[in-house]
């Protein structure tokens, strides 16, 4: 459907529906630049890269959330943080199922979204939320690249750092013993990508100082269940954060998906 037609047939059922906003769910520039060109009221763009969107609120996604359903709910309760939308109306969601072009419709009754596992792992728990989104991004991108051509894990802890540590002992030397560097710093990301080639899982604290690399968690796994087939770093990260408050976030050398844990169990995946 052209940008006419789709233009006439959102505005034909927003009218029958009294619907008043109308989120649409984009990958990227040509997307955008297709929804800047339609005319109605009440666009709400939700992606997850970093766009410049003119005349219309954005929501930035923490990273690609691949379930749909957790997706529109971690929109639907930004939406409603920010004032976009209220807690008793009806929305329209607009995605691509398939396709190039915008090709499924939803009808929502706001109130009756659950709360997000990830909204609520980014806004409620004590790490902030774009280093999680951060440490989420560049597991994403080790599973992608590798390291010299060949499949990597890695295991990323974030938050209540002084636990962890309690939690867990030195494999081998740390790199960021007394150091006080943030993981956005510029040349942390290419060090740690250096670093995951060995065995440990990285420490962060909620503000995204790197406390250690090269970590052994020796905590129990008592009480731990995972889906058959994950191996070692998932139980780790299982039972570490069962028994810290922080997060896990781990890359499978496996299949190269990132998995998130929280309170002993997975939160989510992605890849």
Same mark, same amino acid.
């Given at each position: 459907m052209g940008r006419m037609g789709m233009e006439e047939a959102l505005k034909g059922i927003i009218n029958s529906e009294g619907i008043k906003n109308t989120l649409f769910f984009i990958d990227g520039e040509e997307d955008l630049k297709f929804l800047e060109c339609l005319k109605m009221e009440g666009k709400v763009v939700v992606g /997850? #890269?970093? =766009?410049d969107v003119k005349h219309s609120p954005f929501l930035k996604l923490p990273f690609n959330i691949e379930d749909r359903e957790e997706a529109i709910n971690f929109a639907v309760w930004d939406c409603l943080e920010k004032g976009i939308l209220n807690g008793e109306e009806k929305i329209l969601c607009v995605f691509k199922t398939g396709s190039d072009v915008f090709n499924t419709l939803l009808f929502l009754d706001v109130s009756n979204v659950p709360k997000s596992k990830i909204y609520d792992l980014l806004k409620v728990d004590g790490a902030d939320a774009d280093v999680i989104s951060y440490v989420v991004d560049l597991a994403m991108e080790l599973g992608w690249e590798g390291i010299k051509g060949e499949s990597?894990?890695?295991i990323f802890i974030v938050g209540d750092s002084t636990r962890v540590m309690k939690f867990s002992? *030195? @494999?081998? /030397?740390? *790199?960021f013993d007394k150091n006080y560097v943030n993981i956005k710093d510029t040349g942390i990301r290419s060090m740690i990508k250096e670093f995951a080639e060995l065995d440990g899982a990285f420490v962060i604290s909620g503000k995204g100082e790197m406390i250690a690399a090269y970590r052994y968690l020796d905590v129990s796994t008592e009480g731990i269940e995972i889906p058959k087939g994950l191996g070692a770093r998932h139980i780790a990260a299982a039972a570490i954060t069962k028994n810290t408050r922080a997060i896990a976030i781990v890359l499978s050398e496996t299949d190269e998906k990132v998995r998130i844990f929280k309170g002993g169990k997975i =939160?989510? #995946? @992605?890849g």
């Open positions: /997850y #890269e970093d =766009l990597v894990g890695a002992r *030195p @494999i081998s /030397y740390n *790199p =939160l989510t #995946e @992605i």
